[in-house]
């Protein structure tokens, strides 16, 4: 009959932006499981959260986060040189300023070209010792940081609204347009309905 020509693809498009929207919301709802025919109903977030949390941790401290990649990075000799005039001003502050309040008995046998040779010498050894500092910091924050429970507890401890708003914040224009393409592929859906029919009727 000639309503089906509209009335098919229109329910198909219903269907459609009606089972996308239902796929959005039980990523949080129902917040609490709720028993329906015999089967536990629960969102898939607040369901699990916590296998989710535990997971995601696994994943962060395994690959996404490398304290071994970190410590090469950070103990790099060129990496030395950001810290470098900081470093040489704090020394040469010492020498000139520090040194003589602390001791100014010896600051009186040392002059300008002392200073400069001191200062020289100092800044020599700390561009070696620096990637061995930053290498023992950062062995030593491997073994103390639990990388994977900070993970795992920041998750957890984010209750589903939280949850539910945050992903609204960072995908909001995506889960808005999730039910219109359902609808509109329910459209096409059901023009193809109507075409069959068509032909075979």
């Not at 592929?185 to 068509?198: D, E, F, K, N, R």
């Amino acid at each position: 009959m000639a309503y089906n020509w509209v009335l098919v693809p229109l329910i198909s498009a219903c269907i459609g932006w009606l089972a996308n929207r239902m796929a959005v919301w039980l990523l949080f709802h129902p917040r609490k499981p709720i028993m329906i025919f015999g089967f536990t109903l629960q969102g898939i977030f607040p369901g699990r959260q916590q296998s989710l949390a535990a997971k995601l941790g696994r994943l962060v401290a395994d690959e996404l986060f490398s304290f071994d990649e970190l410590g090469k990075k950070i103990a790099e000799p060129g990496n030395a040189a950001g810290i470098i005039p900081q470093a040489e001003a704090h020394i040469d502050h010492f020498l000139k300023v520090k040194l003589a309040e602390k001791m100014p008995m010896i600051s009186m046998f040392i002059g300008e070209k002392t200073i400069a040779e001191l200062k020289s010498v100092f800044m020599t050894e700390l561009q070696e010792l620096f990637p061995v500092i930053m290498s023992g910091y950062i062995a030593n924050l491997k073994d103390q940081l639990d990388l994977e429970k900070i993970v795992r507890e920041k998750i957890n401890g984010y209750s589903s609204e939280q949850l539910e708003r945050r992903l609204n914040e960072t995908l909001s224009r995506e889960l808005r347009l999730l039910p219109l393409g359902g609808a509109v592929l329910g459209l096409l859906i059901g023009l193809i309905q109507v075409a069959v029919m068509g032909i075979w009727f």
